[in-house]
Structures are given as C-alpha cells and as structure tokens.
C-alpha cells in the first residue's frame, strides 16, 4: 500500500510564496508520473502540474511561468514552488503519483489560501 504525505500549505498574502511537497511511501518500485492538482471552493478539481520520471513537466496555462514542479525520485517526493501568488490560487492542493501500471493515488489535500 502507498501513502502520500502532504505539507506546505497555508495562508499567504498577493505576491507571495509558498512551497508544496507530497512524499510517497510504502510499496513503491518506481513511480510514473507526480502531480498536483487543485480544488478551489466551489468548483471542479483541475490539473496544475505534472512532471514524469524523465522530468518532462506540463502546467495549466494559469499557473505557467509562477509555479515551478519538480521531484526528487530518491525520495519519492514531488514539490510545487509557487510563486508571485493570486487570490485565484486559493484552493485544495492534491498530490497524485500514477506507477507504470496505471494505477493512481491521491493525497488527504492540503490547504492554500491567498488573501491579505
């Protein structure tokens, strides 16, 4: 069984910063593909950024050029640098891995607000 420990979120004022990290433990041989995605209240989840165990990297046009993905493969951890933040921005941050076989697991989901 896989796990996937996320950390990071919070409250941040317009223009600020902040850094996700989402760490998968348990039994894990290689891990496919890392991402987030967000939640922001009352609407549908949407993809914020991917990145693959080659390190290509694919981001949502709102996010792109402030939001910078990354993974540490050793560690099993992906990261999310977020930048120059928006109040748009404010939702539940998710991580997922997807492995080789197809199979995807979320994370419980963390907490990004931006407000002043």
């Known amino acids: 069984q896989v796990q996937l420990v996320e950390s990071g979120g919070g409250l941040v004022q317009p223009g600020g910063s902040l850094r996700l990290s989402c760490a998968a433990s348990?039994?894990?041989?290689?891990?496919?593909?890392m991402g987030w995605y967000r939640q922001p209240p009352g609407k549908q989840r949407e993809l914020v950024a991917t990145?693959?165990?080659?390190?290509?990297?694919d981001y949502a046009g709102s996010v792109k050029g402030r939001f910078t993905i990354s993974r540490d493969n050793a560690k099993n951890t992906v990261y999310l640098q977020m930048n120059s933040l928006k109040s748009e921005d404010t939702a539940v941050y998710y991580c997922?891995?997807?492995?080789?076989?197809?199979?995807?697991?979320w994370g419980q989901g963390t907490q990004v607000t931006v407000s002043s």
């Open positions: 990145i693959t165990n080659s390190g290509s990297t």
């Open positions: 348990g039994s894990i041989v290689s891990i496919y593909l």
């Open positions: 997922k891995v997807t492995f080789p076989s197809g199979i995807g697991v």
